[in-house]
């Protein structure tokens, strides 16, 4: 198994195609042990980003990576750390500082989060979500402000419409501000739509790169949902996923794909992962894990990205057809 490196879009950043995120896992689900073992062992296969978020766990899985960072002392140049902002960690009271992008709140924000980490800069950082109440202008011009002081490095989206990505890129543009370079959509073999459909002018047009999430869809491809929720799994742990992990429609067509796995003779798991890194718009895959073993299964999905014919691409997304 060798890590390849894909451009972060039309910039000079390389990231690796499969990189390791901190959602659910860091600072709540798992030991804070656990946690740097795993970043540990995806940095030694050759991971070089890292996402987080000021929100995960309330700030507590940036603390927890910023453990990880100091204990390992990798050098800087050697890693990307990333954060995001939107929903806040002061809850809802927090007037300016709560489901919002405005220029107060971010500018705080990513001190907050500099702070926590341990780190002088971050490598990237998003705006989490899209916010209607506050002006797109405002916003780039506070994310390229934040780009401009050094805090931070290179700025994207997350789960933003294709229409706000292109308007807040074209205000940068009118007023030579840093653009964004960067969306970081759900995508996974259930979640097609945006990445193969509604973004797909983008990546020509303003050479937006992909950090995409979820490639299991919370393990829900992983088959470790077909006979209920196995104790310590995501599902049992966050109850909102309960639901959706279990459905059973879903799950017999993870049962029908597990088929096309076995024929590959490689895991769920794995073909999912090399399927979601095959979209050449894709700059990186954030994959999460719970577990180190995880880590070390998902990383194989490199080597079963050559097994990908187009007769199996074909199966596969015959199984999940773009909805
Ligand atoms: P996945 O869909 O890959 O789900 C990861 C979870 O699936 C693990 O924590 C583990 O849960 C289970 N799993 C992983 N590998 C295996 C395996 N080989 N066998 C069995 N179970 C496995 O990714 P995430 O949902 O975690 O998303 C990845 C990252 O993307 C996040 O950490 C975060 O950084 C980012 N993200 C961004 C969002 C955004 O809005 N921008 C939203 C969500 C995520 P368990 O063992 O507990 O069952």
């Given at each position: ?108 924000a990513v001190d907050g989060s500099l702070e926590r980490l341990g780190l002088d800069h971050l490598d990237l950082v998003y ?197």
């Open positions: 198994m060798t890590m390849q490196y894909r451009k972060l879009g039309s910039t000079g950043l390389r990231v690796s195609l499969f990189s390791y995120g901190s959602w659910l896992t860091f600072g709540s689900q798992q030991a804070i042990e656990q946690s740097i073992e795993c970043m540990g062992a995806a940095y030694e296969a050759g991971v070089n980003f890292f996402d987080n978020a000021e929100v995960y766990a309330r700030g507590a899985a940036e603390t927890v990576m910023g453990q990880a960072i100091a204990q390992f002392g990798w050098p800087r140049h050697s890693y990307l750390v990333s954060s995001k902002y939107y929903w806040g960690i002061h809850g809802e009271g927090a007037i300016n500082a709560h489901n919002t992008l405005n220029r107060k709140y971010l500018i705080e705006c989490h979500r899209p916010d209607p109440e506050t002006p797109i202008e405002e916003t780039v011009w506070a994310m390229s402000d934040i780009i401009a002081s050094g805090k931070a490095l290179y700025w994207g989206t997350s789960e933003w419409p294709a229409d706000d990505i292109r308007a807040a890129w074209e205000i940068a543009e009118r007023h030579h501000l840093r653009k964004p370079v960067v969306e970081q959509p759900e995508y996974n073999l259930f979640r097609r739509r945006r990445v193969e459909r509604s973004y797909r002018r983008l990546y020509g047009d303003i050479g937006l790169g992909l950090t995409t999430w979820s490639p299991l869809a919370s393990g829900l491809l992983t088959g470790k949902y077909l006979h209920g929720v196995p104790e310590g799994s995501r599902a049992d742990s966050v109850g909102w996923l309960r639901e959706r992990l279990t459905d059973p429609e879903a799950n017999a067509r993870v049962r029908r794909f597990m088929a096309v796995a076995d024929e590959v003779g490689c895991t769920a798991a794995q073909l999912a992962l090399a399927w979601t890194a095959s979209n050449p718009n894709v700059s990186t895959v954030l994959t999460g894990a719970s577990r180190v073993e995880q880590v070390f299964e998902n990383l194989e999905a490199l080597d079963v990205m050559a097994e990908l014919t187009p007769e199996r691409r074909e199966a596969i997304e015959a199984i999940f057809p773009i909805e």
